[in-house]
């Protein structure tokens, strides 16, 4: 039995439905035969069979071509949902990052003694070098051998050796007088009068300084940076080295 004699038997068979019924399920079975090649016959089994399964309400899958365009459509329209939620999700992170909470540039600022803010202390004598990322943290310096630090973050700092790591999270710190080098990925820092030397690498990074009357030697090597208007000082003794890529540096302002 051809496709052709295979479709006259399925239509007698389908004599008890509506014409526009019949006409749909014809189309649908032919829709079959073109995809996958076979004839009517070895893909469906007799007509009146087949006849049978729509005559008691069954459901004969949708052609193959049909299918794929359903999943792939759903499929376009998760990942675009995700990717504006991620957009979305990352413009209010950032925006979050960048609030001042107060005055950074006020070192008795009276948050900085607030009874409820929770802070934690880390013993530190050696050389420290710390790794940012997604950040936003200020920077103060005490005379005492300790990082102390207080953060608004679901991650807790991570000590990886002689560094520090902080991610995804907002920050006050205190340093140890001690040298210091910082790695900062597409985060905010703000350095209040620092006490000591330092080398950073920004990449995608802002960096604002606060040098509260002190002098800095700063040697800059920048690439696609935006530098605003710091004041180098030749002989100054604290030199802060920056290395950064697609950043901006800049005097802190309130």
């Not at 069979?49 to 193959?64: H, N």
Request: aromatic content about 10%; charged content about 25%; glycine content about 4%.
């Amino acid at each position: 039995m051809n496709n052709n004699q295979y479709i006259a038997s399925l239509k007698k068979a389908l004599s008890g439905l509506d014409k526009n019924s019949r006409q749909d399920i014809v189309q649908e079975i032919q829709s079959h035969a073109k995809e996958s090649g076979d004839t009517l016959w070895e893909r469906f089994g007799a007509p009146d069979e087949l006849a049978q399964q729509y005559l008691e309400g069954e459901i004969v899958a949708k052609p193959l071509g049909s299918k794929i365009w359903g999943i792939s459509k759903k499929l376009f329209i998760a990942i675009g949902m995700a990717v504006v939620a991620f957009i979305v999700i990352g413009m209010l992170f950032f925006w979050w990052l960048r609030l001042d909470a107060f005055n950074y540039a006020d070192e008795n600022a009276a948050q900085l003694s607030d009874e409820d803010t929770e802070w934690t202390t880390t013993e530190w004598s050696d050389n420290l070098e710390i790794k940012l990322d997604q950040v936003s943290m200020v920077f103060y310096w005490h005379d005492e051998m300790s990082v102390r630090h207080s953060c608004k973050s679901k991650l807790p700092m991570q000590i990886e050796g002689a560094a520090m790591a902080f991610s995804r999270a907002k920050c006050l710190v205190y340093l140890p007088k001690v040298p210091t080098a910082i790695k900062a990925n597409q985060s905010q820092l703000v350095l209040v009068r620092p006490q000591h030397s330092l080398d950073i690498e920004l990449r995608q990074a802002e960096l604002k300084m606060v040098e509260n009357g002190m002098s800095y030697r700063y040697t800059i090597d920048p690439s696609r940076t935006s530098i605003g208007d710091l004041s180098s000082v030749a002989d100054a003794a604290i030199e802060i080295r920056i290395k950064s890529l697609e950043a901006s540096i800049s005097e802190y302002s309130y």
